[in-house]
């Protein structure tokens, strides 16, 4: 039985800059750009919970967010910051896990399976997280705590901010049964329209069907989807010594929505990663494209080969298709990379 604790931190950007300026304390907060400058382009990277009551969100456009808001405080995105306040969090986090992985800027997954002998045990542990982060970086963070990496990041997020919630290997199903379908992860807006097009609403609704049924109607995802509405998840904890990857990256001198140029770009990254692969007389398994928009909103999707291979001309064509999405966002893009991981030896 697995013990797995995921932690995301609350409002993170806009805790950081607030922790950071006691005179913020209370008021409403929006990270992003400036809605007094270009034309109040550009976008809202996160607010705090007291600029959320307004109906501020993450991805709104700014000038949105400032008719919504008009007495938010906005401020600029810092990231060497917020790199900076991830990295000393994590230092923090790991010592409490068996193996620790990184999901995201501000989201970490532990497994505790061998320090907690119980789900009881679990959740002192958490508290104990909790209290940590307060008392040494003065943040607040939502935790679950679940059999699996799927259910703790669920978890995690029903209970925000300041939450812990857990659920138990025999609560996973009736935990699951009544959320809607987007609760699952991977479930956007076009997935979970067609979702709901084929009379599918909650997560219950999608166990009546077989896996193959799932599988004609949404492609390879069919099969994850199949599993996540089960609760089902064997991916492990990974620790990075184990996920070392060999990949580039390019900011561009000026943000982007030129196609050809975002194109090349890329096809110039892979290219530069694959020969030093060569040269290292490795194989690779999983590709992964990584954006990061005008904003600083950062972004990337993989894709895990079923064996590894050595070549340039498949980690050309699975970089275009990885990259293609990406490219239908309104926002402009910053900075594009590319690498390969779970490598092997020639
Ligand atoms: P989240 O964890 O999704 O959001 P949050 O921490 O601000 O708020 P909460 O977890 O309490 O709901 O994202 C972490 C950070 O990533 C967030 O502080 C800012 C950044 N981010 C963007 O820049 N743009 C986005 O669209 C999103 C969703 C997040
Ligand atoms: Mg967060």
Known sequence: ??????????????????????????KPVVVGADPKKGFGRGVVSTCNYEARKFGVRSGMPINFAYRKCPDCVFLPVDMDKYVEESIASQELFR????????????????????RCSNYKEAEGLAK????????????????????????????AGRQKPDGLTVVKPAEVLDFLAPMEVDALLGVGPKTKAKLNELDFFTVKDIRKVSMYQLVEWLGKFGAVLYDEARGIDDSPIIEEWEAKSIGRQITFEKDTKDRKKILDTLTEIVNDTIKQVKAEKLKY??????????DFFTTSKAKTLKEDRGDEKTAQLLARELLIPFLSDDRKIRLIGFSVSKLGKI
């Open 1 to 26: 039985m697995r013990i797995i604790i995921h932690i995301d931190l609350d409002a993170f950007y806009a805790s950081v800059e607030i922790r950071d300026n006691p005179k913020l304390e209370g």
């Open 95 to 114: 010592k409490y896990a068996d193996l620790f992985e990184p999901g995201g800027i501000d989201e970490f997954y532990l497994d505790v399976s061998e």
């Open 128 to 155: 104990e997280i909790k209290e940590k982060l307060r008392e040494k970086r003065k943040l607040t963070c939502s935790i679950g705590i679940a059999p699996n990496k799927l259910m703790a990041k669920i978890a």
């Open 285 to 294: 398994k999983t590709v992964t494209v990584k954006i990061r928009y005008e």
